[in-house]
């Protein structure tokens, strides 16, 4: 009798456990996606055309290439990268990236993440979700700010869009043809940094 109590308590135990464990990872998850993204609007985008639709299954970052400053408006850099794309020179159906982060960490929504990305490269990027930070890394260091909101952005697209984390790369590891996302930035990829303070974002 008395090791049936032990069990039936050793169960209850395991149970509340489990449940705390739980509760926990629902608190953190909840507390990722609550995640501050500044709508199409805010960079007055234009409509986007037709366009080829998939299901995002890995993360992708780049860098969008020009130099881009603190003070610098970030808005009016990503409504003329929008117009650049669409333009004669590109005809791309929208904006080519799904977010975009400006050097004071704003994240802004790109195009419909379910709507393929583009680029001037090889690769396809049928399935990967595009992340840009705006700037040119081959000449400048990447702002804190920046690094720290595309860290928050990646745990939260790896939860709300069920992609996971160990998916994560960079469009030079996908393209022989670009040192995109730029040497200061593919350093913190490079070491392990940004994969190991997401894992830690989600713990």
Known sequence: ?????????LAILFGLSIYVGCSSSK?????ILNLSIASRSAWNADNPRLYKT????????????????????????IKRIQTWGMGKDRNWTDIPYHFLIAPDG??????????VGETATEYDPSGHLLITCLGNFEKQEVFPEQLS???RLIAYCSIKYSIPVETLSTHRDNSAQTTCPGKNLYHYFEN????AEVIKLLK
């Open 1 to 9: 009798m008395r090791f049936q109590k032990f069990i039936l308590i």
């Open 27 to 31: 608190k953190v998850q909840k507390k």
């Open 54 to 77: 998939h299901v995002p299954v890995r993360i992708t970052v780049h860098h969008e290439g020009t130099q881009l400053l603190l003070t610098d408006d970030a808005a009016k850099k």
């Open 106 to 115: 704003t994240i802004y929504e790109g195009r419909n993440v379910h709507t």
């Open 149 to 151: 909101s595309l860290i």
């Open 192 to 195: 392990g940094y940004v994969l």
